[in-house]
């Protein structure tokens, strides 16, 4: 097509839109339970409910409280920092789920991939003595290992899936639950729980306790004092690669094949159930990765005990890819924006009376919108076409001649 | 021994009726993925309920005078009313699923990040901290039913029928197995059974026979809203005292399992929800458990470590689906939004 | 001063319009009691709309509809029901896990305080059943039992609610020439009876054997309606397309050279039940011949074709292409070996449909030196490939190559399937079913094509259901029963009768087959 369509009618445009919209409404939904709580909770005012609902849409930019105790706002090269740093494992287990989406496959199991990356990277990055090898490999010795246990743990259901023909998602949970017993069991059993400092229990040591941690890439000098590091550049070279892969090698298109139409890709000679191993191994590699970079950052320390919980990093992902319409270069963007309502969170608790949790309730209202995103997408078209209509070179092609059509293949199929 | 089926009855009988909710929702055409969701919005809603009824001083009077009667009411008051807003949140997947023709699986997937991220918001702000308890005295002081209910001696032997069934129990394990067998014969006996089911096997049939199947879903999807809901409290109640965490460990997903196992039918799935409880017991009280009365606790003594024990029921679960899986029959139409142009 | 109207069912004017397309443009159709009406014209002559209208399923924007004279309003299938308006569906809407009887009362239940109560609706069934020869087993759950039946069971479905108007589209597609024989009798005693008949078809010879009148449709448009008696065949078929249709398809004798193809022995155990699917086939395909595999609908051709082509395993017997042992190769082993497949299901094997044309038309090529460089996709290559195919084969399609597959038209879809594996150019063709739902424009040259590649040296493995197809088309036939070959016919010297008779498993040819 190289005649030009008009902005609004390309598809591109309208995912875009839709995904804005599906935010906006989910802020909104926040920012009206903050409302509810504030006029209703006696303990709270409304002026504590529009300080919170001021923190949801700009806590990125929140320097904390003035003087005259008012919340005050600008650019604050920490917090930047630091949902650098928060996006980089988001980014991650966004295109784990991203990847998944585009071959079939709804992978859910990002939390038990994530654990089984911390797991494996931790244990590496520690047990080996960096006085015998030096970090630097050491450092690629666990990154790598926490990529391969992560494609690993998503190998697993999708080789269940492949061969049993067992629901993915159900397959996902029970691994889930698998990894977090199974990663507090190794840990419960190992030599690395902090004993150090005492005032901390339940936690494994740093990575930098044994000389090991992602390098800063001169990231900490635009940032000062925030916890950034390379990390965040190797996750936006990683959905670079994903994109590549994905659109435009002939494994991508096996891959993609197979998810749109399984039968069909056997059909044509691909090999349906090592496609779909596969798709899974890389979305756990994915996931492994976010958990890899997270803790070799040498500045988080792991609870170990998790056998109650998964990590919500690997449930986030969900969100990051569905947002981003599983475009991997969009998860750059949308791990992003994830990463910063997690900083709006933060502000919220630690300013206000209100908590972090209510971003979750942000997060899963995004979710429940993106579930029905075609209709919203729909909807937009409707409204293009008529905004074109009105215009002097009214709608040349899309969409109507494929609603034409699509309306003979009904009434030829009769 | 008596210890060991009521313990596994209390695992069971949430996983029979929480199944029994993906039933509903599944014969009528859609996959509920968001139980573990509801549940747990059920159990936040039925401890909310003790608790305000509890500050509130209606039932304190009750309890002074050991008027178990009103007691047990006011539990089955409970359980009605985390029925009913477990019905009204499954609304919310009704209509993305129904109305919306949405995907099914994120849409589940939405209400079950939904639930525990409003539960624990409001939790964090009722009660400051991150889990909601009774605002006085545990469940088993309030709500279990005791042998000296009904006349006994706290000394007196029951045999092994009373003291398994009548002494230590909640009525809540009763009043669901209830349920679970009127709701079943609902499901096969009278003409709104059917009709729900042709829904879920192929819903063109019953909409040119003059069924309404966005009615019929909507009827599926509430029903199994209601039932999680409740299974949700009684799970809270029976395992976790009481006490909600924005939590059930999962529980949503094995009912999922136990239905699958169960092949969508009500009887296979008492059975399977009777062996997932055992080794959810299991998991949960592995080092207390004496099965043969002679003071020695097997499972303890064999020194595997407790997540063993605990990642049991989720590796076992993995490795039933993987036999079951070939035999088992879902409903055709399940997942698939109805549309009436399409025929 | 009632006076009986001459019509129980009148559709006067009726349009029906679509996003983009009349349907029903001006169409009027009247019926007369105890007759049997036929309704013909071509798939997407706008037949099933206007049956859909009068079911209740679509408003029509214009029109009125009648019954006995008086105008009525249909809005749902209710409403038809409570007229005593029925309709036996080509895709019979039954529950397959439900039992004939439930089947029969759903949606008309009797009932006490909700519960069912079935005693009264068994007797009035198994009345019915007796009055017009409708035999089936009440407790039988419907996925167990034959098509033939399935079919009664819509019949007594309609029959439960005391129907008066039956609609009966496209019934006979699933049946065999006997069981096709049996419904045109039980049709007739219907009308006998009383009931007034609405027979929907494209299939001329049932038409002229069973209906009293035919109300022809073409493209939406409403040309006109006579008596059986009076017209033939021919001008049917003239009213339907609008010209003159060559029924016959013109081809050349054939003249078979080497074997392309050799089976021995294949044996492909069933997935639904414990027999084998496929037993014991044996055949060889020559170059320059298009042998075709007739017989009713699940006799073992899918199994047979999915071991053939690698889609399923066999569990025992051999094949060999173009001298190459392919029996355990991979699926793109014996396509690479010689073999292009046009699949039964072009939406569920055929065509990956949420993918452009363009990446459909390499579906079976694209890891070739040609279409990739290095793993990475030749995407230039890939576009003008695609267009080369798209204006030999005259595939249309909203936006050309880029279209999304799902959004073309049934017969768009089908021959860009078929332009993709003729072009390969590899020495066997295996095609099964490629005419299905598609219009008498399409089919012509769908025939034309396989002919043509005949002609040219290629063998061509043809699967069909379609007694018409198979006569015409085919140089040999082989008759597939029960996953056997029970016989193997010359079509030009064979009849349709007979060919029905080994399809029905009536009859069989040679003792030395019986091995397995």
Redesign the interface.
Same mark, same amino acid.
């Given at each position: 097509?190289k005649e030009k369509t008009p902005l609004l009618q390309r598809d591109g445009t309208r995912s875009v839109l839709a995904s804005l919209i599906s935010i906006l409404i989910g802020l909104a939904a926040g920012a009206v339970?903050v409302f509810l709580?504030g006029l209703f909770?006696k303990s709270m005012s409304v002026k504590s409910a529009w300080e919170g609902i001021r923190l949801i849409f700009l806590g990125l930019f929140s320097t904390g409280r003035s003087a005259s105790g008012s919340l005050s706002f600008g650019f604050n090269p920490v917090t930047f920092g630091n949902m650098l740093f928060r996006a980089t494992p988001l980014i991650l287990t966004g295109l784990s789920v991203a990847v998944a989406y585009k071959t079939g496959l709804?992978n859910?199991g990002a939390p038990g991939q994530y654990l089984a990356g911390t797991a494996a990277t931790l244990f590496i990055a520690l047990e080996i003595p960096s006085s015998v090898v030096p970090a630097w490999l050491i450092w690629i010795l666990a990154f790598l290992g926490g990529m391969a246990a992560g494609a690993l743990w998503g190998a697993i259901p999708g080789m269940?899936k492949a061969f049993?023909?067992?629901?993915e998602?159900?397959?996902c949970?029970?691994?889930?639950?698998?990894s977090a017993?199974?990663v507090?069991?190794m840990f419960?059993?190992s030599n690395l729980k902090n004993t150090v400092e005492n005032t901390k229990t339940a936690y494994i040591y740093k990575t930098s306790f044994n000389g090991v941690q992602t390098p800063k890439m001169l990231l900490d000098k635009i940032f000062p004092g925030s916890q950034v590091n390379g990390g965040i550049i190797i996750a936006i070279l990683l959905a670079i690669l994903m994109y590549i892969v994905f659109t435009?090698?002939?494994?991508g298109?096996e891959l993609? $094949?197979c998810g749109?139409?399984r039968?069909?890709?056997?059909?044509?000679?691909?090999?349906d159930r090592r496609s779909i191993v596969l798709s899974m191994a890389i979305a756990g590699a994915m996931a492994g990765a976010g958990a890899s970079l997270y803790w070799l950052a040498g500045n988080t320390e792991f609870y170990w005990s998790t056998?109650?919980?998964l990590p919500a990093t690997g449930?986030n992902g969900?969100p990051v890819a569905?947002l981003a319409v599983c475009n991997p270069i969009a998860v750059i963007f949308t791990g992003m924006f994830m990463s910063m309502l997690d900083i709006a969170g933060q502000q919220l608790t630690a300013l206000t009376?209100?908590?972090e949790?209510?971003t979750?309730?942000i997060?899963?209202?995004i979710?429940?919108l993106?579930?029905?995103s075609?209709?919203i997408k729909l909807w937009l078209g409707g409204k293009a076409k008529k905004k074109a209509g009105s215009g002097p070179d009214a709608n040349a092609?899309?969409p109507?001649?494929?609603?034409?059509? $699509? $309306?003979?293949?009904?009434?030829?199929?009769? | 021994m008596s210890f060991l089926i009521r313990q596994t009855l209390i695992y069971a009988v949430p996983l029979m009726i929480v199944a029994l909710a993906g039933v509903f929702a599944e014969r009528s055409g859609v996959i509920n993925l968001a139980l573990e969701g509801i549940m747990i919005f059920g159990a936040f809603v039925g401890v909310l309920f003790v608790r305000l009824v509890q500050q509130w001083g209606w039932f304190d009077a009750a309890k002074e005078m050991n008027n178990w009667v009103a007691l047990q009411g006011f539990l089955l008051l409970t359980m009605v009313v985390a029925a009913i807003l477990g019905a009204a949140f499954s609304l919310l997947l009704a209509f993305a699923a129904i109305n919306l023709k949405a995907d099914q699986t994120i849409g589940g997937t939405a209400l079950n990040l939904m639930a525990p991220a409003l539960v624990l918001f409001l939790i964090r702000l009722i009660a400051n901290q991150n889990t909601l308890q009774m605002a006085t005295g545990d469940s088993a002081s309030w709500f279990m039913i005791k042998k000296t209910m009904f006349g006994f001696d706290k000394k007196a032997k029951l045999g092994f029928f009373g003291s398994t069934f009548l002494d230590k129990v909640y009525l809540t394990t009763y009043i669901c197995i209830l349920v679970f067998i009127i709701l079943s014969i609902i499901l096969y006996k009278t003409r709104f059974g059917l009709r729900l089911r042709s829904c879920g096997e192929n819903p063109q049939a019953a909409d040119s026979l003059g069924i309404n199947v966005v009615k019929m879903r909507y009827a599926g999807v509430t029903i199994s809203g209601a039932l999680a809901g409740m299974g949700g409290f009684v799970y809270a109640l029976t395992t976790a005292n009481c006490a909600s965490t924005g939590d059930v460990a999962g529980f949503g997903f094995l009912a999922l399992a136990v239905m699958i196992f169960g092949n969508w039918k009500p009887l296979n799935i008492a059975g399977a929800a009777l062996l997932f409880g055992l080794f959810k017991c299991i998991a949960a009280a592995y080092a207390s458990i004496d099965i043969n009365g002679d003071g020695v606790f097997l499972l303890a003594n064999i020194g595997l470590n407790a997540n063993f024990y605990r990642l049991l029921p989720y590796l076992i679960t993995l490795i039933v689906l993987a036999f079951t899986s070939k035999s088992s029959r879902a409903p055709k139409a399940e997942g698939i939004p109805y549309d009436k142009g399409q025929r | 001063m009632e006076q009986t109207p001459e019509y129980v069912i009148e559709m006067l004017h009726i349009t029906k319009e679509f996003p983009g397309i009349k349907a029903n443009d001006d169409i009027t159709l009247q019926l007369r009691k105890g007759e049997i009406h036929a309704l013909l014209g071509e798939n997407g002559a706008g037949k099933s709309t206007l049956m859909s209208v009068l079911f209740g399923l679509y408003q029509p924007e214009q029109g009125e509809i009648r019954k006995d004279g008086r105008p009525v309003k249909i809005e749902s299938p209710n409403d038809a029901t409570a007229l005593h308006i029925g309709m036996v569906h080509q895709h019979f809407k039954l529950i397959e896990v439900f039992t004939v009887l439930d089947n029969i009362i759903l949606g008309a239940e009797d009932t006490k305080m909700g519960f069912l109560q079935k005693k009264n609706a068994r007797a009035k069934v198994a009345a019915l059943s007796e009055q017009y020869g409708l035999h089936v087993d009440l407790d039988a759950k419907v996925e167990d039992i034959t098509v033939g039946m399935q079919q009664r069971t819509e019949i007594l479905k309609m029959l439960y609610r005391d129907n008066e108007i039956l609609i009966f589209d496209e019934p006979t597609a699933v049946l065999t020439p006997q069981e096709i024989e049996e419904l045109m009798q039980i049709m007739k005693n219907l009308a006998a009876e009383g009931k007034s008949i609405l027979f929907i078809s494209h299939k001329l010879n049932e038409i002229m054997e069973v209906s009293d009148r035919v109300t022809v449709l073409r493209k939406g448009k409403y040309v006109g309606t006579i008596d059986t008696a009076s017209t033939t065949k021919e001008e049917l078929s003239r009213m339907m397309v609008g010209r003159p249709v060559q029924l016959v398809v013109d081809k050349a004798p054939a003249q078979p050279k080497e074997a392309v193809l050799t089976v021995e022995g294949l044996t492909v155990p069933s997935k639904v039940h414990k027999n084998d699917a496929v037993k014991n086939v044996s055949f060889t395909a020559h170059a320059g011949e298009i042998v075709c595999i007739a017989g009713i609908d699940g006799n073992g051709q899918t199994e047979f074709v999915h071991a053939l082509t690698g889609l399923e395993k066999a569990s025992a017997g051999r094949i060999e292409l173009c001298g190459h042992d392919i029996t355990h190769q991979s699926i793109r082993a014996r396509s690479q070996t010689g073999m292009s497949h046009i699949p039964e299901d072009r939406h569920k094997h055929g065509l990956v449909l949420d993918f452009t044309l363009e990446q459909n038309m390499v579906l079976q090529r694209y890891y070739e030196p040609r279409f990739q460089n290095h793993g990475f996709i030749r995407f230039g290559e890939v576009r003008s490939y695609a267009e080369g195919l798209i204006e030999q084969y005259d595939v249309r399609s909203g936006q050309g190559p880029v279209t999304v597959a799902r959004s073309m038209s049934g017969g768009n879809q089908q021959k860009a399937i078929v332009a993709r594996e003729i072009d390969r150019d590899l020495p066997l063709i295996v095609a099964v079913q490629p005419t299905r739902g598609l219009d008498v424009g399409a089919i012509e040259y769908i025939h034309s094509q396989l002919v043509a590649q005949r002609d040219a040296g290629k063998a061509v493995l043809l699967v069909s259901l379609e007694l018409d197809e198979v006569m015409n088309l085919s140089d040999r036939i082989l008759v597939m029963y029960e996953g056997e070959i029970v016989g193997e016919l010359d079509p030009k010297k064979t009849t349709v009768e007979e060919l029905g008779l080994y399809m029905a498993g009536a009859k069989r040819q040679g003792k030395e087959r019986e091995s397995a």
């Open positions: 097509m339970v709580v909770n709804f859910i269940l049993l023909n067992i629901n998602v159900l397959a949970i029970m691994t889930n639950w698998i017993n199974l507090t069991w419960d059993v435009k090698t002939t494994f298109y993609k $094949a749109a139409n039968h069909a890709a056997k059909y044509a000679g691909i090999k056998y109650q919980s449930f969900i569905l009376a209100y908590n949790y209510i979750d309730v997060i899963s209202v979710v429940y993106s579930a029905f075609l209709v092609e899309d109507a001649p494929a609603v034409k059509t $699509a $309306a003979n293949g009904k009434e030829a199929g009769e | - | -």
